[in-house]
């Protein structure tokens, strides 16, 4: 738990996570400042999901660090593609940023994010009913609340 403050308390000025943890020490390196959400950095945004979910809903942290990252990716990282050659509707992806450059290239390792977005909207949903139908569950979280709300543009 000690490491997860850590990370989350060092998580830099735009929400994101660098791709390089220091193992030893769980903080991130002064000169890395590199944000993705393919290789190398992936799996982090999942397991803030996951703990999320693995401690029924009541990791409050992991839930906060998930929900402020996917925005922070939404508002820095995703590109609305107009391509007629490919097909006639827009089409999405999530780029990188290199220090602060933008990169148009999505790593193979992004392609499991829509299967995250909808897990983390699919557990929001979920954990929603429960707190309706179960008068003693805790109330939503502001975290949990945000992630409902924003259910429709992650699917």
């Known amino acids: 738990r000690a490491q997860q403050d850590n990370i989350n308390d060092n998580n830099g000025e735009i929400g994101l996570y660098s791709r390089l943890i ?53 508002e820095k990282l995703l590109r609305m593609i107009y391509d ?5 509707e827009a089409y999405f992806f999530y780029g990188e940023l290199w220090y602060t ?7 193979e390792l992004q392609c499991f994010m829509p299967g995250v977005l909808a897990l983390g909207s699919y557990h929001a949903i979920l954990r929603s009913k429960d707190a309706e139908k179960n008068p003693d569950t805790r ?11 924003e259910t429709d543009k992650h699917l």
Request: net charge neutral.
């Open 101 to 107: 450059k933008f990169r148009g290239k999505m790593e």
């Open 22 to 74: 220091e193992t030893d020490s769980a903080t991130f390196p002064r000169n890395e400042k590199v944000y993705s959400l393919g290789g190398m950095s992936d799996s982090f945004y999942e397991y803030t999901l996951k703990l999320w979910i693995l401690s029924n809903y009541n990791d409050k942290l992991a839930i906060k660090m998930y929900v402020e990252s996917i925005t922070a990716a939404n």
């Open 139 to 149: 109330p939503l979280t502001e975290y949990e609340r945000l992630l409902i709300d």
């Open 84 to 88: 007629k050659n490919r097909r006639e």
